[in-house]
């Protein structure tokens, strides 16, 4: 796959989780009767309007990257209908719905992932690797082979697998796959003395794995989603009580999170998971990791973020007294230069010390 091909779509899919987050705020906004002034695709300047929808102008913006919302009044609370107008509650449900749609399409491209994949079969080897020369090669097994039996004779597990292999060194025997739904039966013998690095037949496996209903596959979704999460909020803790390395709990930025963008491309096409399945298990893997993340990291009590304007209603809900809004504008604007900082440093490491994949 070509890098331009690569850094297109890179540049789609990303900008399409940072417009389903901004799709959250709007669609919450109108259920709840914020007034929304602009729903902009792409950042601006502005390209054109396209057209208008109950108040809202519906730009194309010149920076073909995401989008954005602009809500009426949203840092001036005498503006009627506007978003600082608004009760807490609405507020509150306005800003956690950008990181609910980025959840959302996190757990439904998990969904679609599991599906596809499905679920490890214990008694199925899917092979990954054969050596040239080998026995395997000679059959010949192929890459992306399933092996369902030995001699005729099934396997409850990959090591029974193997000790059936290790019983018939230097005899031949047969080998059952199934290859792309057909079944074939080759025949080879193990070597006795294989190459160093090698086994006695030349392949490399993995349990293969088989479809899962819709309604597992959301299970095995929400478990993802539910890891991940705990993951993060746990990271801090596992770094101090050195559960995990400084360069495991390192950020990325765009250009990090496009190395492994890449490398997932790079797996699409040469591994033999991926060829089992039409779908680009591996990309489809770091966008449902990557949606996620993005929920999660505007949910951080950061002013600037949205959950630092959620820290900001707490008063609101405790006390019934509102922050000044001169006070708290003049904090995101703080915070907003320190987050670009922040971003600008962690893309200069990505490009200095670029992420390993392992």
């Known amino acids: 796959m070509t890098t331009l091909w690569t850094v297109l779509q890179f540049v789609i899919v990303f900008g399409l989780l940072v417009f389903f987050h901004e799709m959250g705020h709007f669609l919450t906004s109108k259920a709840l009767g914020i007034e929304i002034e602009e ?27 995401g989008g954005f919302v602009r809500p009426k009044g949203e840092g001036d609370e005498t503006v009627e209908g ?7 509650w609405k507020r509150f449900l306005v800003l956690v719905s950008g990181a609910g749609m980025n959840f959302l399409i996190g757990i439904l491209v998990l969904v679609l992932m599991f599906s596809a994949i499905g679920s490890p ?6 092979i990954t690797e054969i050596s040239p020369n080998s026995p395997a090669a000679n059959a010949p097994l192929q890459v992306g082979d399933v092996v369902t039996a030995i001699n005729g004779r099934s396997f409850a597990d990959l090591t029974q697998m193997n000790k059936l292999i290790q019983e018939n060194i230097g005899v031949p025997l047969t080998i059952s796959v199934l290859r792309r739904g057909e079944r074939l039966d080759l025949e080879l013998t193990p070597r006795l003395n294989p190459p160093e690095g090698e086994g006695s037949v030349g392949i490399w496996y993995t349990n293969a794995y088989a479809p899962l209903p819709f309604i597992k596959a959301l299970g095995s979704a929400f478990q993802a989603f539910g890891n991940q999460a705990k993951q993060t909020i746990l990271l801090p803790y596992n770094l101090i009580a050195g559960k995990i390395s400084g360069d495991e709990a390192r950020l990325v930025g765009i250009k990090g999170i496009f190395d492994i963008f890449s490398n997932a491309s790079e797996l699409d096409q040469s591994s033999a998971v991926a060829a089992a399945t039409p779908l680009p298990v591996f990309r489809l893997s770091v966008i449902s990791t990557v949606s996620i993340a993005l929920g999660l990291t505007n949910l951080l009590p950061i002013p600037a973020l949205d959950g630092g304007q959620i820290l900001f209603l707490l008063p609101e809900f405790l006390f019934k007294k509102r922050i000044p809004q001169k006070v708290a504008n003049a904090i995101n604007s703080v915070f907003f230069i320190l987050l670009i900082a922040l971003m600008f440093f962690i893309t200069v490491q990505d490009f200095l010390h670029p992420i390993i994949q392992p």
């Open 39 to 65: 729903f902009g695709f792409g950042y601006p300047p502005r390209l054109v309007k396209l057209f208008s929808w109950k108040g809202t102008d519906v730009t194309l913006n010149w920076i073909p990257f």
């Open 82 to 88: 506007g978003m600082a107008a608004a009760p807490a």
């Open 121 to 126: 079969v214990q008694n199925q080897a899917l």
